[in-house]
């Protein structure tokens, strides 16, 4: 049964508080009273919502914490959590408690002062549940509400929490626990209602976002971004006259995607609900949709009113998508003055590599240019709003060339941070080349990898040469873009893709951590490094800053994973670095120590090879059918989960056990016994042993 854990420490400082507040009452009524008023208490500043407002901008007022000083930030305490895989939430911090999710959509409550752990609640996700979601058992954090939390589960669940003892107070079940829905995104709030997504495009779902009531879970609306099955009708006239561009089915069996899995933002102003779709399902739009047309509201971002969920405008960032070019990453609202008129503008660097501004009461689009390499459209034409798409990008006649953005796009999820002050969004930008080829044998599996298309992870090919040179072209930055300008600022580069969130400053601060493990403070306006912190692990999830007692923090959870620390291989370049689950709290002159870092040794010790060439080769491509999602391109694991190129001989004896029978399916390895055969696995294990005796040669 699912319980919150209640920790005795809240008790105690309760019986503390008790304590002191009695021994304040004055010893004698005639005491005389000193009328001198002490002097006014620093309000607290505290971050209360997942973007810090409902504009999302991820920016703070506050500057205590600066240029000048930063380089005196140190740790003043950490938690180490019990998991070892993806973090990706902002914790909020509310009335001195930080709140925060981890892996398995578990959530933590710490008493921000001290780090204690106050209670944990464990949803108690099916473990087996790992194998239906493409990007790790992450979970981006919770919504706060009068004394309540609210968060979504992997397996497709919204719970309401007392925030004060962790204790259920309702819970719905969101998706249909039929098909591979997932929730890894936050809810948000908006007046009395819970917005909340899913994800699952990958594996076949039709994509929808929905309201309940904060009260008591019931559902008040629901909005789909896809047409189902046209013989069925249609829930609203817009998805009526998005089935319009839709054309030859059969979408509606693998579901069509154009999934809500994060980024959702409000202006309360105007009263629109602002949320960004995901990609097709297939993502072959050969298949999903044979006779072509835009497929609304796939790669878009739809205005809704929030009272009852109608579709307001929308705008589609890639008509037609064909490359997992979802436009669920990050979305910011802002008014800036474009072209001499002020305007109120929703902003947003989606997976296909260009910066749109577009202005939120209408939708009209007002600037679209590169942030990150694009070979897939050479420019967006500002008349009709489309991208113009280069020869051959759509694989009808054959793979493409190396393309860029790949899938996991030049900004992924990662938050951006838009700073007033500078005027600039910083955008964690990434270039992660991909060959999109048709699956010539495509047939839909459900639950399970779905795309239509060549597993082909620039499918890392086997000539030095040709991966050397693909290799040479994936990078990792962060962009400081200008909106107004549309144009980058200035550049800092990374070692790889795949680096954490934004949270910028009135302190001039921009912060950020990395794959390689770094925590740092850059200057705003340059980029300028101005102060680092060894994490010991890679960080993937966005900072946050808050004043407590007077005194600036700032904050992040730290743990390496996600999509590309699955599925990335060697493209990650800054390494496979270990997961270590935990959340740092730095302030000025912090002196805490983390425990020395244990350094992994990879020993590849494999059995002897017993395969042909022709069984490896048939290895190899189950592989990228089965296995390549979870465990890396060519078995080199991102450090997210096992690298089987360092299976021990006894590991290999449980082959069969493990990989058809489930042995270890309670830490997400489920048995594939329905779907291979015995030769089968052996030859996946045949070419596992030949990625290990080449790892071996490599390292003597
Ligand atoms: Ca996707």
Known sequence: MPHGYRLPGLLLAVCFCLAACDRSTPESPSEAVQLTPPPAAIPDIEWRTHGNGPDEQRYSALDQINTDNVAKLGLDWYFDYPTNRGLEATPLVIDGVIYTTGSWSMVFAHDARSGELLWFYDPEVPRNWAVHLCCDVVNRGVAYNDGKLFFGTLDGRLIALEASSGKKVWEVQTTDRERPYSITGAPRIVKDRLIIGNGGSELGVRGYVSAYALKDGEMLWRFYTVPGNPEDGFETPAVERAAETWGGGPWWEIGGGGTVWDSIAYDPDLNLLYIGVGNGAPWNQQIRSPEGGDNLYLSSIVALNPDDGRYVWHYQTTPGESWDYTATQHMILADL????????????????GFFYVLD????????????????????????????????????????????????IGGHNWHPMSYNPDTGLVYIPKQDVPWIFATDEQFSYREGYWNTGTDAAPASMPDDPTIQA?????????????????????????????WNGGMLSTAGDLLFQGNAEGQFVAYRTDNGEELWSFDAQTGIVAPPVTYRLDGEQYVAVVAGWGGALALVGGDALKAGAIPNRSRLLVFKLDGTKQLPPAVAPQLVFDPPPQSGSAEQIAAGKDLYLRYCVFCHGDAAVSGGATTDLRGLSREQHNDWLATVLGGKHWQNGMVGFGGELDEAQARNIQSYIIERAERAKAAQE
């Open 469 to 497: 040179a693909v290799l040479g072209m994936v990078r990792g930055s962060i962009v400081a873009w200008d909106p107004v300008a549309a144009e980058t600022r200035w550049e800092v580069e990374h070692a790889g893709p």
């Open 337 to 352: 003055e474009v072209k001499g008129e002020q305007r109120k503008v929703i902003m947003q660097a989606p997976k296909n």
């Open 360 to 407: 939120r009461a209408t939708g009209e689009l007002l600037s679209a240019e590169p942030y990150a390499t694009v070979t897939w459209a050479t420019h967006v034409d500002m008349e009709t709003g489309r991208p113009v798409e280069a020869d051959g990008v759509r694989y009808t006649d054959g793979p493409t060339g190396l393309h860029l953005p790949g899938p």
